[in-house]
């Protein structure tokens, strides 16, 4: 007859768990710096061709030539300059545009509640995932009849089409993570629903606006397909356009330094934006991650 013992498991040494530590503290930054290097480097690649000119750029050198011909080049650009205005003026107005449609419509699905309520969210979530190239004929007669064609205005109307539908969605599901405590003492004190959202919801939606807001502005600066629809004459063009237009001296010639240094200047506006706005948008992607 056999008698099983019961063996205590064998405890680790602190020398060990620190050993774990840093060993997977490594494997992270290891696996950062991968995930930096990979994200970053184009970037930088820009940057560096942007300063090369000639055969230098087909050397392998990862160093910058250090010569900023191309971006004086597009300061004497009246074309280039032209488009970085427009795409100013549309994607600021864009995002105003959006924003104050997109914050009336979250109030109404959000912290209303009327039968048909699934259905439009149902629609909002199906325009924003329409295909461009879907809607670019109707779009087209629309901006002919409006008399808008080759004027940045139009672009501002086409759009609306993809960031009112996505500010609409994300600012959402923003309002109903707020209390509706807030909400029914607003209304005891006789507030309408314009003066709650206005002077109570519309304050604490500071950073969600500020995330969205930037992602539909990104969203504006970026697009093509529209712009170089719409747009028929170089100075109304938006950036995107105008750099996809950079030609060479000869047919023969690609401004390779060229559009990477437009492109550069084009990213440029963007990082700042994101830069200043940086707490506001951590801050509102992450509203609502916490509940309690």
């Not at 970037?43 to 942007?50: D, F, H, P, T």
């Not at 050397?59 to 004497?76: E, V």
């Not at 439009?120 to 009849?145: D, H, K, R, T």
């Amino acid at each position: 007859m056999t008698t099983s013992v019961a063996t205590k498991p064998r405890r680790r040494s602190a020398a060990t768990y620190r050993l774990q530590r840093r060993l997977k503290k490594a494997a992270m930054a290891f696996v950062l710096l991968i995930v930096l290097a990979y994200t970053l480097f184009p970037y930088y690649w820009a940057i560096v061709s942007s300063t090369k000119q000639g055969a230098e750029l087909y050397t392998s050198t990862l160093l910058p030539a250090l010569d900023f011909s191309a971006y004086i080049d597009l300061i004497h650009n009246p074309v280039f300059m032209g488009s970085l205005v427009n795409s100013t003026y549309v994607a600021v107005c864009t995002t105003a545009v959006s924003l104050v449609l997109g914050v009336t419509a979250a109030y109404a699905l959000g912290r209303i509640d009327f039968p048909q309520k699934r259905l439009v969210m149902i629609l909002v979530l199906m325009v924003s995932i329409f295909p461009q190239v879907a809607v670019l004929s109707g779009m087209f007669e629309l901006i002919n009849w409006m008399g808008l064609f080759n004027n940045p205005t139009a672009l501002i109307f086409t759009y609306l089409i993809s960031t009112v539908p996505f500010t609409t969605w994300i600012l959402t599901t923003f309002m109903r993570e707020f209390p509706r405590e807030l909400e029914e003492a607003a209304i005891i004190d006789g507030c309408s629903h314009f003066r709650i959202l206005t002077k109570i919801l519309l304050p604490l939606l500071g950073p969600s606006l500020a995330s969205t807001g930037i992602l539909a502005f990104i969203l504006s600066w970026n697009e093509f397909l529209f712009a170089l629809t719409f747009m028929l004459t170089d100075n109304n063009k938006t950036v995107p356009v105008a750099i996809g237009l950079i030609a060479g001296n000869s047919r023969f010639e690609y401004p390779f330094g060229q559009i990477m240094a437009a492109s550069v200047t084009v990213t440029l506006p963007l990082i700042i934006i994101v830069l200043i706005f940086q707490r506001r948008i951590v801050a509102g992607l992450t509203a609502g991650a916490i509940k309690g």
